[in-house]
């Protein structure tokens, strides 16, 4: 780290010609040890050759809880080339992923070593994630892989019979009341910020997918329906009066709004694809 800082304050500035790809570094006069560097971009495209630099780990893994907005991780590397190397770019492999690194081109000189750090953005997602690096150094490029496991969320802690029928008699009066109070806390725990599949397993999964529930909640994954994102947002909009499916949109005074119904609408399309043998026949 003491070493690259030193170079970057011998260094008096770096001029990129975008375009032709070359980079030249002018030294201030008064330093005039200090190496001048001017990479050679031939081998920018081409892998990075072994014995140049040394990683950590070029593959990195972590567990993830449920409700974690980010996963971070460094990768730690060394020049174990005889030769300085300049870090051109890195690209994470999406949106989601983000790499902290100085300014570029970041001058590695012999021996030295650095740090890049990355941060994956959770929300919305589900699941064991993979995502990508790709530096692009004027020696090579090198892919660095990361593999996340989201945990999934915890079950919803069961009903006593009891409270069953307290849910139940509390619902038919006001079926938004799963939205309000005690009822809350298992039923809409944890919403904001999310999305998709994880939004799905908290505020329908505890009824829709729940084990032991009432004979009057239905099964989504065998509808006698023919289903589109249309008539699963309308459905999670309004819910149904007069029975104990809520209305969700926040216009219908419940918890969620567009961005996340829509996220619902388009998860329930891609997961319980409209069956179209199941429809009723047309007359
Ligand atoms: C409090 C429990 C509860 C929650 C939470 C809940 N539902 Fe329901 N849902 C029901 C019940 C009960 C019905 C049956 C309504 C009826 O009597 O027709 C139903 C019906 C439905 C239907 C209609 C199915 C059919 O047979 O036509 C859809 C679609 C649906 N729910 C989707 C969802 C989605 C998506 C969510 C999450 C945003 C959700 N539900 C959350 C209880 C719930
Ligand atoms: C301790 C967590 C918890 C609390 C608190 C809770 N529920 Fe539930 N609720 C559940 C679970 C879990 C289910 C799924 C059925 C089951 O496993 O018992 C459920 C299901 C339901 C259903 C669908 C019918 C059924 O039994 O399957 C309704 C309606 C309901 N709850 C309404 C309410 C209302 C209204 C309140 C507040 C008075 C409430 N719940 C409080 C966890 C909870």
Redesign the pocket.
């Given at each position: 780290m003491k070493l690259r800082r030193f170079y970057f304050a011998a260094a008096a500035s770096f001029i990129v010609v975008a375009g032709s790809f070359s980079v030249t570094a002018q030294v201030a006069t008064d330093v005039a040890t200090a190496p001048v560097y001017v990479p050679d971009m031939t081998h920018a495209g081409e892998p990075l050759p072994d014995g140049v630099i040394a990683w950590d780990e070029t593959i990195k893994a972590t567990d993830a809880a449920f409700d974690q907005d980010f996963a971070k991780f460094t990768f730690s590397f060394t020049n174990v080339a005889t030769n300085v190397i300049a870090i051109l770019t890195v690209h994470p492999s999406c949106g989601c992923t983000t790499a902290d690194i100085p300014p570029t081109p970041w001058i590695i000189p012999a021996g030295s070593n650095g740090q890049i750090k990355v941060s994956v953005n959770l929300a919305g997602k589900a699941g064991t994630l993979f995502k990508s690096l790709t530096v692009t150094t004027d020696h090579g490029r090198k892919d660095l892989m990361l593999r996340i496991n989201m945990q999934s969320a915890p079950?919803?802690?069961?009903?006593t019979e009891d409270?069953?029928a307290?849910?139940?008699a509390?619902?038919k009066i006001d079926?938004q009341?799963?939205f309000?109070?005690?009822?809350a806390?298992?039923?809409i725990n944890k919403i904001q910020g999310k999305y998709g599949q994880q939004l799905y397993d908290a505020v329908c999964g505890?009824?829709h997918e729940?084990?032991?529930?009432?004979s009057?909640?239905p099964n989504l994954h065998t509808l006698n329906l023919p289903t589109n994102e249309e008539f699963w947002r309308t459905w999670i909009t309004y819910g149904k009066p007069g029975s104990?499916m809520p209305a969700f949109a926040q216009s219908q005074e419940g918890p969620l709004n567009d961005l996340q119904i829509a996220s619902l609408a388009s998860f329930l399309h891609a997961m319980i694809p409209p069956n179209v043998t199941n429809a009723p026949a047309a007359k």
């Open positions: 079950p919803p802690k069961a009903m409270e069953k307290k849910g139940i509390a619902a079926r009341a799963v309000k109070g005690e009822c806390t298992c039923h505890i009824c729940a084990e032991h529930r009432a009057m909640v104990l």
